[in-house]
Nanobody, 114 residues
């Protein structure tokens, strides 16, 4: 059974940083494509960052230069380091792994507000 468990969300002031974690079980992150998505109230879920098994990373234009996706193969965990956070980054963030199927975590709330 594949499980993705996100953590690390919370309330942060504009300009602050957070690191989201996605602990994965049941599928090997190293040989999968993983990603982070987000969904703000009243908006569609959007791709924030992705990382392929061969190391290619892609980012939404709105987060380039501020967010970094990475993984710890030994821990089978995917991370999203978010710096210089803006109020428009407020959303529920979801971890995603693509293997034989597409798997999602339960989401973690990120709120950027003063």
């Amino acid at each position: 059974q594949v499980q993705l468990v996100e953590s690390g969300g919370g309330l942060v002031q504009p300009g602050g940083s957070l690191r989201l974690s996605c602990a994965v079980s049941g599928i090997i992150v190293r040989i999968s494509t993983s990603g982070w998505y987000r969904q703000a109230p009243g908006k569609q879920r959007e791709l924030v960052a992705s990382s392929t098994s061969y190391g290619r990373t892609d980012y939404a234009d709105s987060v380039k230069g501020r967010f970094t996706i990475s993984r710890d193969n030994a821990a089978n965990t995917v991370y999203l380091q978010m710096n210089s956070l803006k109020p428009e980054d407020t959303a529920v963030y979801y971890c995603n792994v693509r293997g034989p199927a597409v798997y999602w975590g339960q989401g973690t709330q990120v709120t950027v507000s003063s």
